[in-house]
């Protein structure tokens, strides 16, 4: 799927499905057809809208819980016998139960509880770094990619751009060395584009504009465009048009779940912003996502709303973005018709950027609701 072969990848989807279904339905006692099953129907519950049609008229289908119970009883079996795949069943749920189910936090102490122990190795590394990230934890993430070896790193290339990611996020530009070891090592194609932009962030923040020039014009020919982050770092590159440098901050901090220095960054220009028509939007949408992240709901609500009035068309993905995460507040607060109604708007969206990803979130949310 990740490299446009559509046809392929369902066709491939579809056998696996039959053939696990048949195999239970024929032999039920058999665990292992489970721990594959699980997995499969638990993705199928976001399966993003473009494929919704061609998934429908194949008989594919499937939900979290379901997935999640085919594999709960894979693991008690694999528990008791300490099964050769008992650490994959681990990680496969702890994964639904963060990205799907949208409980990182619960995730995390699952991967810790059962995993936590463990001597660090490379997909150790990725699976519980991942999660950190997905719960806001960068510095644990941050401790848990740095106890490897850097050699350990170098035979999974894709830990030395997570590392960097999670750098950047504190505003430690010594991210540039890690995502410079990736561009290094990585002989494919993925996220080449997001490296060579975030390392054009950095000249950014450095006010080295000759060198933010130079990286993100890489953007352009370097790496492919599959990518919901690849995508983003070529249309930015593309637009011409360079990141604000307070709202690139902000950004950065929020992502890395640092809303208080965040909010310092942001806070002392309210006006200035308010004026700007080409940047109130963004900065309406940034500080929406501090107030989130500390709990400030009311306030959340408040600037996800005037992302909402600035742009009523919802073509920005921040537009789009604030009518998911306004659904995840609804959500959490109990309020599950109004969660449903902005899950269901989100899926009427086209934005610029990231509508793959955003769409997922909001059928993943349906689900959980429905």
Same mark, same amino acid.
């Given at each position: 799927?990740?490299?446009?072969?559509?046809?392929?990848?369902?066709?491939?989807?579809?056998?696996?499905?039959?053939?696990?279904?048949?195999? /239970?339905?024929?032999?039920?006692?058999?665990?292992?057809?489970?721990?594959?099953?699980?997995?499969?129907?638990?993705?199928?519950?976001?399966?993003?809208? $473009?494929?919704?049609?061609?998934?429908?008229?194949?008989?594919?289908?499937?939900?979290?819980?379901?997935?999640?119970?085919?594999?709960?009883?894979?693991?008690?079996?694999?528990?008791? !016998?300490?099964?050769?795949?008992?650490?994959?069943?681990?990680?496969?749920?702890?994964?639904? !139960?963060?990205?799907?189910?949208?409980?990182?936090?619960?995730?995390?102490?699952?991967?810790?509880?059962?995993? *936590?122990?463990?001597?660090?190795?490379?997909?150790?590394?990725?699976?519980? %770094?991942?999660?950190?990230?997905?719960?806001?934890?960068? &510095?644990?993430?941050?401790?848990?990619?740095?106890?490897?070896? /850097?050699? &350990?790193?170098?035979?999974?290339?894709?830990?030395?751009?997570?590392?960097?990611?999670?750098?950047?996020?504190?505003?430690?530009?010594?991210?540039? @060395?890690?995502?410079? #070891?990736?561009?290094?090592?990585?002989? *494919?194609?993925?996220?080449?584009?997001? !490296?060579?932009?975030?390392?054009?962030?950095?000249?950014?923040?450095? *006010?080295?504009?000759?060198?933010?020039?130079?990286?993100?014009?890489?953007?352009?020919?370097?790496?492919? +465009?599959?990518? &919901?982050? $690849?995508?983003?770092?070529? =249309?930015?590159?593309? %637009? *011409?048009?360079?990141? &604000?440098?307070?709202?690139?901050?902000?950004?950065?901090? %929020?992502?890395?779940?640092?809303?208080?220095?965040?909010?310092?960054?942001?806070?002392?220009?309210?006006?200035?912003?308010?004026?700007?028509?080409?940047?109130?939007?963004?900065?309406?949408?940034?500080?929406?996502?501090?107030?989130?992240?500390?709990?400030?709901?009311?306030?959340?609500?408040?600037?996800?709303?005037?992302?909402?009035?600035?742009?009523?068309?919802?073509?920005?993905?921040?537009?789009?973005?604030?009518?998911?995460? !306004?659904?995840?507040?609804?959500?959490?607060?109990?309020?599950?018709?109004? +969660?449903?109604?902005?899950?269901?708007? =989100?899926?009427?969206?086209?934005?610029?950027?990231? #509508?793959?990803?955003?769409? #997922?979130? @909001?059928?993943?949310?349906?689900?959980?609701?429905?």
């Amino acid at each position: 799927f990740k490299s446009g072969e559509q046809f392929s990848g369902f066709r491939e989807f579809y056998k696996a499905s039959s053939l696990l279904e048949k195999n /239970i339905q024929e032999f039920p006692n058999f665990i292992y057809s489970y721990k594959s099953a699980g997995i499969l129907h638990a993705l199928l519950s976001g399966i993003p809208d $473009d494929y919704k049609l061609a998934a429908s008229l194949i008989g594919l289908k499937g939900q979290i819980d379901q997935g999640k119970q085919e594999l709960e009883k894979f693991i008690n079996y694999a528990e008791q !016998t300490q099964d050769l795949f008992l650490e994959e069943s681990y990680a496969a749920y702890a994964f639904i !139960t963060a990205f799907l189910e949208n409980k990182p936090e619960a995730a995390y102490s699952y991967w810790l509880k059962k995993m *936590g122990m463990a001597d660090p190795n490379p997909l150790y590394a990725y699976v519980q %770094s991942r999660i950190a990230i997905r719960c806001g934890y960068t &510095d644990a993430a941050i401790n848990i990619l740095q106890s490897l070896p /850097i050699d &350990d790193r170098d035979q999974f290339p894709y830990l030395h751009y997570l590392l960097g990611l999670c750098k950047l996020d504190k505003l430690d530009f010594n991210a540039e @060395a890690n995502f410079y #070891q990736y561009l290094q090592i990585y002989k *494919g194609q993925n996220h080449l584009k997001e !490296t060579y932009q975030k390392l054009a962030w950095i000249s950014r923040l450095r *006010g080295n504009i000759g060198m933010y020039r130079l990286h993100i014009s890489k953007c352009l020919n370097r790496g492919n +465009a599959q990518l &919901d982050e $690849d995508k983003q770092a070529y =249309v930015e590159a593309k %637009s *011409g048009i360079m990141p &604000d440098s307070i709202l690139l901050r902000a950004r950065l901090l %929020s992502d890395g779940n640092f809303p208080d220095k965040a909010l310092e960054v942001l806070a002392p220009h309210r006006i200035n912003y308010n004026n700007n028509e080409a940047l109130k939007l963004e900065y309406a949408y940034r500080l929406g996502r501090i107030y989130q992240q500390q709990k400030h709901v009311e306030d959340a609500l408040r600037q996800f709303k005037d992302v909402l009035d600035f742009d009523p068309s919802n073509k920005s993905y921040m537009s789009c973005n604030a009518l998911l995460q !306004t659904g995840l507040l609804f959500e959490n607060q109990g309020k599950k018709q109004e +969660a449903i109604h902005y899950y269901q708007m =989100v899926l009427k969206t086209h934005p610029d950027q990231y #509508q793959r990803s955003i769409h #997922q979130k @909001a059928k993943a949310g349906l689900s959980r609701l429905n």
